[in-house]
C-alpha cells in the first residue's frame, strides 16, 4: 500500500519520481525495488510457491541473489512481512531482510541490522553499519558506539559518521582514550578545542572540507593530500609506517586521528599547522 505515490506523471514524457527519505543513500536499492513491483501487487501477492522460491533465494544463495530476492519480496509489500521475518541464514541474509523490513516499517529491521553489525564477515558489517545511519533509537545508537571500536578502521569511521547524522538537536559523544569528540549539525562549520579539564574536540556543521594541498606533520603524525578530495594520514607510533585515507574533512580527520589514538597535545598541534597554512576553513576556537 501507499507506493502508487512513489511517481508523478508531468506530461507523456516526464515522470517525477519521490525517494523516500530512507532510501537517500539507496537509491540504486530503490530503483530496483520499483522495477521489481508488478501491476499484480495491487490486487494481490505472488503464489505461496513463488514466495517461498524467493525465501529459499534470500536464505541459501549467493549474496547477489540474496539481495535480488529481498528487493523482491520488499516490492511484493505486507503480505511478504512474514516471510522476510522467518528468514535466516547468514550474515547476508541477516542484513538484506533487514533492510526490506526496514523500509516495510516492521521494527525487526532495525534488530536485524544490529545484528548483522556483528557478523565476521567485514565487508556486512561495514553495509549494516552504513545503513544504521537511516535508522533511529536508542539500540541504534548503542550500536553505533560499539562499532567505534571495531577492528576495522573503515568500520569506525563509519560508526563515527552514522552517530553524527544521528545528532539532530543534541551533541553526539564519542569517548575517546586520549578526549572526547562532540559532533553538533549546525548550519555554520567550526572547530571548538578545550583544553581544560578532560579535553574536547567539538565540530559543527559536518562535511567542511580542507583547503588547498594539505602536509603537516607532528610527532609520529602525518597529514597529505591524496587527490582533491582526500588525504592520507600516516602513523609510525606502532613500529611500521602505517597509512589511512579518508575523506578531507575536518570531522573525518579528526574523527580518523582519534581512531589512531594520536595525544590530544599532538592534536592540537596538528590543527595549528593546518590553520597556519590556510587549510581549514574557517577560524578554530580554542578554549582554555
Given at each position: 500500500?501507499?507506493?502508487?505515490?512513489?511517481?508523478?506523471?508531468?506530461?507523456?514524457?516526464?515522470?517525477?519520481?519521490?525517494?523516500?527519505?530512507?532510501?537517500?543513500?539507496?537509491?540504486?536499492?530503490?530503483?530496483?525495488?520499483?522495477?521489481?513491483?508488478?501491476?499484480?501487487?495491487?490486487?494481490?501477492?505472488?503464489?505461496?510457491?513463488?514466495?517461498?522460491?524467493?525465501?529459499?533465494?534470500?536464505?541459501?544463495?549467493?549474496?547477489?541473489?540474496?539481495?535480488?530476492?529481498?528487493v523482491e519480496l520488499e516490492a511484493i509489500g505486507q503480505p511478504a512481512i512474514g516471510y522476510l521475518e522467518g528468514a535466516s541464514g547468514d550474515g547476508w541474509?541477516?542484513?538484506?531482510?533487514?533492510?526490506?523490513?526496514?523500509?516495510?516499517?516492521?521494527?525487526?529491521?532495525?534488530?536485524?541490522?544490529?545484528?548483522?553489525?556483528?557478523?565476521?564477515?567485514?565487508?556486512?558489517?561495514?553495509?549494516?553499519?552504513?545503513?544504521?545511519?537511516n535508522l533511529s533509537g536508542r539500540s541504534v545508537i548503542q550500536a553505533l558506539r560499539e562499532k567505534v571500536n571495531d577492528p576495522s578502521d573503515r568500520i569506525s569511521l563509519e560508526a563515527?559518521?552514522?552517530?553524527?547524522?544521528?545528532?539532530?538537536?543534541?551533541a553526539t559523544r564519542l569517548r575517546m582514550p586520549a578526549y572526547d569528540i562532540v559532533a553538533l549539525r549546525a548550519v555554520e562549520p567550526g572547530l571548538i578545542v578545550k583544553t581544560d579539564g578532560r579535553p574536547m574536540v567539538v565540530v559543527t556543521g559536518t562535511g567542511a572540507r580542507l583547503e588547498g594541498t594539505v602536509q603537516a606533520r607532528v610527532g609520529g603524525f602525518g597529514l597529505g593530500s591524496t587527490g582533491r578530495e582526500h588525504v592520507g594520514i600516516i602513523s609510525s607510533r606502532r613500529g611500521e609506517p602505517q597509512t589511512q585515507i579518508v575523506e578531507a574533512t575536518v570531522d573525518n580527520v579528526v574523527a580518523a586521528l582519534a581512531m589512531q589514538e594520536i595525544s590530544f597535545g599532538d592534536l592540537v598541534r596538528l590543527f595549528e599547522v593546518l590553520e597556519d597554512e590556510g587549510n581549514v576553513p574557517f577560524r578554530i576556537n580554542w578554549i582554555d
Open positions: 500500500g501507499g507506493r502508487a505515490n512513489y511517481a508523478f506523471a508531468l506530461s507523456e514524457r516526464t515522470v517525477r519520481l519521490y525517494v523516500p527519505p530512507m532510501y537517500r543513500d539507496y537509491v540504486d536499492r530503490f530503483a530496483d525495488m520499483i522495477r521489481a513491483i508488478r501491476g499484480v501487487y495491487y490486487y494481490g501477492a505472488p503464489s505461496e510457491s513463488q514466495m517461498n522460491t524467493y525465501l529459499r533465494a534470500l536464505e541459501g544463495g549467493s549474496p547477489r541473489e540474496k539481495y535480488r530476492a529481498s541474509t541477516l542484513l538484506y531482510s533487514g533492510q526490506a523490513l526496514a523500509y516495510l516499517n516492521s521494527d525487526l529491521g532495525r534488530s536485524r541490522i544490529i545484528e548483522a553489525a556483528d557478523s565476521p564477515n567485514e565487508e556486512v558489517r561495514f553495509e549494516a553499519v552504513k545503513f544504521m545511519a563515527v559518521a552514522g552517530l553524527v547524522r544521528q545528532g539532530r538537536d543534541y
